[in-house]
Nanobody
């Protein structure tokens, strides 16, 4: 069974940076798609960025040029480097892994203060 463990959230000021990590365990192969979604209070969960094997990326328009998604296939780990953070980036960020399964992490809080 594939499980995801996220880390790296926290509190940062506007313009600051954070790096999220998500490690997948229980898989001995390259997972087809891994990515990040976020959900702010009172809003629906939305895509932030995904990366498809071997390295095709997709970003939400709101984060293009500020966020970078990458993966270490040997470790089945995906990263989200977030720069130039804005208060509107405040949300719970969820890692997602999809292949023939669809698995979510527990979420990590990112708070950007103005």
């Amino acid at each position: 069974q594939v499980r995801l463990v996220e880390s790296g959230g926290g509190l940062v000021q506007t313009g600051g940076s954070l790096r999220l990590s998500c490690a997948a365990s229980g898989s001995s192969f390259d997972i087809n798609t891994m990515g990040w979604y976020r959900q702010a209070p009172g809003k629906q969960r939305e895509l932030v960025a995904i990366i498809r094997y071997p390295g095709i990326t997709t970003y939400a328009d709101s984060v293009k040029g500020r966020f970078t998604i990458s993966r270490d296939s040997a470790k089945n780990t995906v990263y989200l480097q977030m720069n130039s953070l804005k208060p509107e980036d405040t949300a719970v960020y969820y890692c997602n892994a999809r292949d023939w399964f669809n698995v979510w992490g527990q979420g990590t809080q990112v708070t950007v203060s103005s």
